[in-house]
Antibody, heavy 122, light 106 residues
Framework: QLQLQESGPGLVKPSETLSLTCTVSGGSISSSSYYWGWIRQPPGKGLEWIGSIYYSGSTYYNPSLKSRVTISVDTSKNQFSLKLSSVTAADTAVYYC??????????????WGQGTMVTVSS | DIQLTQSPSFLSASVGDRVTITCRASQGISSYLAWYQQKPGKAPKLLIYAASTLQSGVPSRFSGSGSGTEFTLTISSLQPEDFATYYCQQLNSYPTFGPGTKVDIK
């Protein structure tokens, strides 16, 4: 059974870059069966998709964040990562990594990490 | 981008009640719709995908229907563990989520 675990700093200063990693266990990040994504949730608010990456390396980003987001894969570590630049307090949120057996699940995210809280503050 | 609205935004119900939540899309999305359940402090859990397909392990009291622009999530007999917030998500274009429906105990 696939499992995901987020890791990274819980506090980031304004204008700096937020960097998170999602470690995949129980399956290969190179598998064509999955695609991988990041979703965030500000405190007390709803869910926002940040972006996704396919096994081919193709990336898709939320247009509202596209200029600041980079998602990449490290196959040697079975991880994928998120970088969000020029952060402000509005980027304070719980960040989730997730995966989708895209062909079987109509692109829905069926496996989620537990989430990690990131606060943007000086 | 495709906007999703959910109604109601909040509902109060009792154990055993039949509950229906509606999700409307600003344009047609075929059956590219999923439903998630989220409990406080926890990650969302996939309940339904492709508008009406029950995710493995999800109780059969949950069902989904609809296509195009209008979708529903129904809980046939509400159980204590079902009190949570429910989100719809469209996957026809870049993914967006609805604002959520909180189901609370009456």
């Amino acid at each position: 059974q696939l499992q995901l675990q987020e890791s990274g700093p819980g506090l980031v200063k304004p204008s700096e870059t937020l960097s998170l990693t999602c470690t995949v266990s129980g399956g290969s990040i190179s598998s064509s069966s999955y695609y991988w994504g990041w979703i965030r949730q500000p405190p007390g608010k709803g869910l926002e998709w940040i972006g996704s990456i396919y096994y081919s390396g193709s990336t898709y980003y939320n247009p509202s964040l596209k200029s600041r987001v980079t998602i990449s894969v490290d196959t040697s570590k079975n991880q994928f990562s998120l970088k969000l630049s020029s952060v402000t307090a509005a980027d304070t949120a719980v960040y989730y990594c997730a995966s989708s057996e895209w062909e079987l699940k109509n692109d829905a995210f069926d496996i989620w990490g537990q989430g990690t809280m990131v606060t943007v503050s000086s | 981008d495709i906007q999703l609205t959910q109604s109601p935004s909040f509902l109060s119900a009792s154990v055993g009640d039949r509950v229906t939540i509606t999700c409307r899309a600003s344009q047609g999305i075929s059956s590219y719709l999923a439903w998630y359940q989220q409990k406080p402090g926890k990650a969302p859990k996939l309940l339904i995908y492709a508008a009406s397909t029950l995710q493995s392990g999800v109780p059969s009291r949950f069902s989904g229907s609809g296509s195009g622009t209008e979708f529903t999530l129904t809980i046939s007999s509400l159980q204590p563990e079902d009190f949570a917030t429910y989100y719809c998500q469209q996957l026809n274009s870049y993914p967006t989520f609805g604002p959520g429906t909180k189901v609370d105990i009456k």
